[in-house]
């Protein structure tokens, strides 16, 4: 397979090309593009893990919402994360002042 005999055990890097169906491994590897295409999202590579793309939201524990705090969480898995914890807003907490801030 052509990208196991090029690969730097980066995630993030392009290693190899495809050519005439031939394989070569590139001498000066490439970043890959993490870019979903999403404003609200923070788009990053992981060496170990690839592409991330991270939505910012304000925490407000249910047992303590004075506690508010902002996180970041893979987009993927926003919609999880909403349903566990309902008062969790959608951007950074400055900027829901109004529903936090009495």
């Not at 970041?72 to 002042?97: E, F």
């Amino acid at each position: 397979h052509c990208q196991d005999l090029c690969d730097d055990n980066n995630m993030c890097t392009v290693t190899h090309k495809v050519s005439n169906n031939q394989c070569s491994c590139l001498t000066e590897p490439g970043q890959i593009n993490c870019d979903d295409g999403d404003p609200s999202t923070e788009d990053r590579c992981e060496p170990t893990i690839g592409c991330e793309h991270l939505v910012t939201m304000c925490h407000v524990p249910q047992d303590n919402p004075l506690n508010f705090h902002g996180i970041s969480i893979n987009k993927a898995a926003k919609q999880n994360h909403m349903v566990n914890n309902p008062l969790d807003m959608t951007g950074p907490c400055k900027d829901h002042c109004q529903d936090l801030c009495d």
